[in-house]
Every structure is written in structure tokens, then in C-alpha cells.
């Protein structure tokens, strides 16, 4: 599948970037993102390879290894360069931002909402259902792909959650990131296991039952 | 793989089965079961072929497609028996049983450390995943799935906690099926995505923080 193109030649790792070849790497990074992305949703992670990569994107798997050490870290990558774009589609400015108005409830349900896009999202969906299918049986991959793309946004609502202790708004024994899994888990078992409907009322409706319980106040 | 045993022509599907064959029958029907669960939890799921069950258990192929349409019914039907035999091994005399002694948080916290057991049993840990991984992806197999295997357990604790609403331990105007999910959907993706550890300790906080609500009281 693979081979090697001319541009390969063009391009030697050591050389100084000059502002025309500069563009074409960033051409080349989006191609080979946009083929891992696409590959690994059509036939699985186990059966997408480097050399399938580089051949969907035109590249020459040099150009791959030349950035990236393996189809894992190609993927990680192309994940978060999606992510990022979502953002920036979704109007927002920094990926990793969780509002703080002050509000808890009406900061969660903003954020969950955006996840409840993002994972409707087509773009998305069939390259995230391979990744996460695959880090159920490999368990290093689960792990490298949890730490890498899920623990970050994790760390926002562990940050947000600090901030509602301190303005006295969550209990103080409370582990903000065992308290973030009553509407992050919900939504991602929804979502991984065809459990129930994915919707904003759902999710607002997570957000309500964590903050206030189901037992009578 | 398949091959045909004699066993198969001593035993047409429409003879009225005698004692010995019933025997017979039962010891086949538990070697497929599991033969279909190892070679999920080793293969994976869509490498799993009826073929590949009957060379393992040792029967012809026929044998199988006596009992069971597709690999899926085989599968189906094993991870039903192996949860039967696992609640057996605990002491439970019926699988389908959620206690109500009146104190919700004990008896959910009861269960839950079942499905912990549950969770890390070896038996249980390779196919269960196997399976997982394909629903993700093969949203059909998810669906089939999760409403055979996953969903008679959820009923079970939306009928406790409806019980524990006619009690006023509940607010009234909480979905039960939704309710559910703040215990259940965070131990089920520490476990599918590896976002955390598993313990009795942890299971019995979501059932505080559920209950409780993560806002000051």
C-alpha cells in the first residue's frame, strides 16, 4: 500500500523550515491526520497501519515516522487536533476551558452540552467508537488513550468542582473526582453501550441529580 | 476447524430425549458455552465463528446450530449462564434479585459490591470485554446486547428505587431510570475505559454522593 513519494526527498528531517515547506507540512500533517481518523472508523484500530495511513493521505510513510514513532501516537494527535477544532467550531477559544461564573450547575450543563455535540458529531463518532472499542480489550491502549485525551477535560471539572468548595457550594468531604463521574459516566456509558438517549435535557438533568441527590432535601 | 463427531447422528434434533441424553445434551451445552466464551475473550468477537466454538468444545457444528441461530445467541445465552453460575458462587439463589430491607443506600451498596466482584472475576473479565469492544462499535450487537444482558439488570434498580420513592426515601419528581445511572454508568466506565480503581469503598461513595447530592445539605 505504501509508497514512497517525491516530496519525501524534498523535505529531510534536519533542514531548516522555510516558510513554503512549513505550509506544506501542515498540509500533509492535516492529510495524515484526516486518513488516520478516517481509517481507523472504517476498519478498526487493529487493522489500521502506518503504511494505510500514509497511503490514504498521499505521504510517504517516512513522512510519518519522521513525526510520529507509531499508528497510536498518530492517533493521539489526530484527536486532539479534532478536538481543538470542535472548539474553535463551537465558537469557543481555548479547548481546555471551563466556565467559572459562579454558577456550578449552569457551568456544567453548558460544558455537557458541548460534549453532547461533540459526541453526535459524525467527524467524531466513528473514529472515537474505534479507539474507545479498542482500549476495552487492549488495556494499554485504553490507558495511554484515557490519560492522554479524557483525563485532561476530567481535570477541568476536578478544578471546578475545588472552586465550588471553596465558595462554599459543594461539601467539603466531597472528591471532586469521584463527584464528576455522576454526569461525566452517564453520558460516555450512554454513548459507549447504546444505554439511553443522548439529549440536553439529559445531561441537565445529571447535573441536577448530582448536585442535589435523590433523596428528599 | 468444524468437524463432524459421531456424537452429532446419535442425537437428532426431534428425538425425544431420554435421561442420558438430557445429561449428554447439558455437558455439550456447557462445553460451547465455555468454548464461545474463551475464544471471545482470546480472539475477539468478530473473529469468533460458530466453527470455531464447536471445534473447541469438542462437538460438530450442527450440534450448535441445533440450539442457537448465530454466535451471538451462543454468546448471549453463555454470559447469561456464567452470571447465574457466578451469583450461585456468591450465595444468591436467584440471579435476578436486588434486596429490600428498607435501607436503600445498604441494599445498593450490597449489590454494587456483587457487580465489583463481578467485574473482576477472570471468568467473567476477557469475554465480557471482548464483547463490550464489538458493541461500540457494531451498534447492533450493542443494542442486542445491552438489552439482554445489561437492561434486566437496570429494571431491577429502577424498581428499587420506585419502592424507595413510595417510602419517601426518594423525591418524587426523580426518574428511577435516570437515577440509576449516578451509581451504575461510574463504575462501568472505570471499568471499560480504565479512568480509575475499582473498590467496595468506591462503589459505596457514588451510592453517598447519589443519594446525598454533592451540595451542602
Not at 492522554?148 to 471553596?166: F, G, H, I, K, S
Not at 459507549?192 to 435523590?214: K, M, N, R
Request: charged residues 25%; negative net charge.
Amino acid at each position: 500500500m505504501a509508497t514512497q513519494t517525491p516530496s519525501d526527498k524534498k523535505t529531510p528531517p534536519d533542514k531548516k523550515a522555510a516558510p513554503d515547506s512549513t505550509r506544506r507540512s501542515e498540509r500533509s500533517r492535516h492529510a495524515i491526520y484526516d486518513a488516520a481518523l478516517s481509517l481507523v472508523g472504517e476498519i478498526g484500530y487493529p487493522r489500521t497501519t502506518i503504511e494505510g495511513i500514509a497511503a490514504r493521505a498521499g505521504v510517504g510513510k517516512q513522512t510519518i515516522y519522521r513525526w510520529w514513532g507509531s499508528k497510536a501516537e498518530v492517533l493521539l494527535e489526530a484527536f486532539l487536533d479534532l478536538g481543538e477544532q470542535a472548539a474553535r467550531d463551537a465558537g469557543g477559544t481555548d479547548v481546555y476551558a471551563l466556565p467559572d461564573t459562579g454558577d456550578l450547575a449552569a457551568d456544567l450543563k453548558h460544558v455537557l452540552r458541548l460534549t453532547v455535540d461533540q459526541l453526535t458529531d459524525p467527524r467524531f463518532e466513528a473514529p472515537s467508537r474505534a479507539l474507545a472499542a479498542e482500549g476495552v480489550v487492549n488495556e494499554q491502549v485504553g490507558r495511554k488513550f484515557t490519560e492522554q485525551l479524557l483525563m485532561p477535560n476530567l481535570r477541568l471539572y476536578v478544578d471546578r468542582v475545588r472552586a465550588a468548595q471553596e465558595a462554599g457550594q459543594v461539601r467539603q468531604e466531597i472528591d471532586p473526582r469521584i463527584a464528576l463521574e455522576l454526569w461525566v459516566s452517564p453520558l460516555a456509558q450512554r454513548w459507549l453501550q447504546f444505554t439511553g438517549p443522548i439529549s440536553y435535557e439529559y445531561t441537565d438533568t445529571l447535573v441536577d441529580y448530582a448536585l442535589y441527590g435523590i433523596a428528599p432535601r
